[in-house]
């Protein structure tokens, strides 16, 4: 069975400065993994996705996400956070059935 | 305008009451899903279905029934509600390739059982 582990409950980091929070995963095979944003009364909106390819893929808001498959690990960063970011992320993997599976969540708050 | 519609947003009922929360998505995606989100917790996918009359449990799929009779429509059943099942609900719907596509996420429907 796959799991999705998110080590950082909670994040803090000031306007301007980057951010990267953690992700790793146990998945059998070639894992499809996502990460998802959740702003407060909302519903998830996805950032971005890898499933192939190359190993570092750009997805909205100026967000990236790294593929380390010898770590597994699918970090998400972004170089300058702007305090419209803060909101809880979720990474997540997918089966080939659709089976999917959330990580616990990372709350990020923007210091101005 | 694409998306995934969830009706009620909120609803608030007793213990043993059965209840039916509808997710309805314009999109004609195969793949849909239904989550619970509790606090700490994350997401945990309670059902999912890759198309009409075809659908598999989750990880947390007690006390729930969902059907696919129609591609558009995805209702979560909760035939005898329990206070453990008070949590914030939220249906997905993904097109054919969704496992490697990512899940569009309704606006979620928040639960309370007294």
């Known amino acids: 069975a796959q799991s999705v582990t998110q080590p950082d409950i909670h994040i803090t980091v000031s306007e301007g400065a980057s951010l990267e929070l953690r992700c790793n995963y146990s998945y059998g095979a070639t894992p499809y993994l996502f990460w998802y944003v959740q702003s407060p009364g909302q519903g998830l909106q996805l950032l971005l996705k890898?499933?192939?390819?190359?190993?570092l893929v750009q997805g909205i808001k100026g967000f990236e996400a790294e593929f380390k498959r010898s770590q597994s690990s699918f970090n998400l960063r972004k170089p300058s956070v702007h305090w419209s970011d803060a909101a809880e992320y979720f990474c997540?993997?997918?089966?080939?059935?659709?089976?999917?599976?959330f990580g616990d969540g990372t709350t990020l708050t923007v210091k101005p | 305008e694409a998306q995934v519609t969830q009706n009620p947003r909120y609803l608030i009922t007793v213990t043993g009451k059965k209840l039916t929360v509808t997710c309805s998505q314009n999109?004609?995606?195969?793949?849909m899903s239904w989550y619970r989100q509790d606090p700490g917790l994350g997401l945990r996918q309670i059902y999912y279905s890759m198309n009409v009359e075809v659908t598999d449990k989750g990880d947390v799929p007690e006390g729930y029934k969902v059907s696919r009779k129609e591609k558009r429509n995805f209702p979560l059943i909760l035939e005898s509600p329990s206070p453990n099942q008070t949590s914030l609900y939220f249906c997905?719907?993904?097109?054919?390739?969704?496992?490697?596509?990512?899940?569009?996420f309704g606006s979620g429907t928040r639960l309370t059982v007294v």
């Open positions: 997540a993997v997918n089966t080939n059935a659709g089976k999917s599976t």
């Open positions: 890898y499933f192939s390819g190359d190993t």
């Open positions: 999109m004609n995606h195969e793949y």
């Open positions: 997905a719907s993904s097109p054919r390739d969704g496992p490697s596509y990512g899940y569009t």
